[in-house]
């Protein structure tokens, strides 16, 4: 039996870990805006739901939160960043992070992704804490720049964007960012299929189709996003993250003051 097998299946453990809806990150309470669109008739039905989960990873969540993952993954593990000092690449994080929670228009969507990336991050921490030395141990690199973002959202001192705290969290457990980008893409997708099935939307096979349709963009918009990623740490600006979904937005402010929801996005 090969010696290494255990330590090269971690990350593709963690990854099934943090993809699990039954995670105690709070992703469950979210519809990723389907909710609201649903609730305004912009969509309707199984092949409705499907075909616009696909414009969302391409044209909303790609764009933004994907871009941002992969920003924080790369600040945290690239030969081009990695060795920076913590605090240098923590300032970057900060500015991400507001650049991101700017990018999302109503409070509620920016409510709900903090309210995840912190119960994450808190979750993350107590996790490791009483399973220290049984996992393999990340390059202080990554764990040093984990814990000084963990303490900074505590603190209250950045947004603590569920997008970025992912992209170092997927980064301490040993995955690569375009990984990390692929298994938020697919969570979300997850979660989308969920929420349909949810709001009678669809049937559970149906359900699961509409996530199995989407694996092919999900590898497309992962890798435009990681691309776009680079090209933002290279340029020293995070200004064209950004989402580009006025229907998803309008669906969002009416969701928000909805008389009844079953989900908090």
Known sequence: MDDHAPSSLF????????????????????SH??????????????????????????YTAG???????????LLATAPA???????????????????????KITAELRRASTRVGRQTLMVHGQVRDRSAGECPAPPRSVTDLLDVF?????DRRTAANQAVAMGLIHSVNGLSPLEGVAVELLGLAVGWSSAALRLR????????????????????????SVRAAEAA????????IG??????DLASAAHETAPARLFMS
Do not use: N, W
């Not at 963990?150 to 505590?154: E, G, L, S």
């Open 11 to 30: 990350p593709l453990l963690q990854a099934v870990i943090y993809g699990d809806s039954a995670y105690p990150s709070g992703r469950y309470t979210l």
């Open 33 to 58: 805006g389907l909710e609201g669109l649903v609730g305004t008739g912009r969509v309707t039905g199984a092949d409705g739901s499907g075909k616009v989960l696909d414009d969302h990873l391409r």
């Open 63 to 73: 764009p933004g939160d994907a871009v941002a993952t992969a920003c924080a993954a």
């Open 81 to 103: 960043h990695r060795d920076r000092p913590v605090d240098d690449r923590m300032k970057e994080l900060v500015r991400l992070d507001a650049e991101l929670s700017a990018t």
């Open 150 to 154: 963990a303490r900074a959202a505590r």
């Open 201 to 224: 939307q669809c049937d559970h096979v149906r359900a699961q189709a509409m996530v199995a349709r989407s694996l092919p963009v999900i590898s497309e918009v992962a890798t435009a």
């Open 233 to 240: 740490l290279a340029d020293g600006s995070f200004r064209l």
């Open 243 to 248: 989402r580009a979904s006025p229907g998803s």
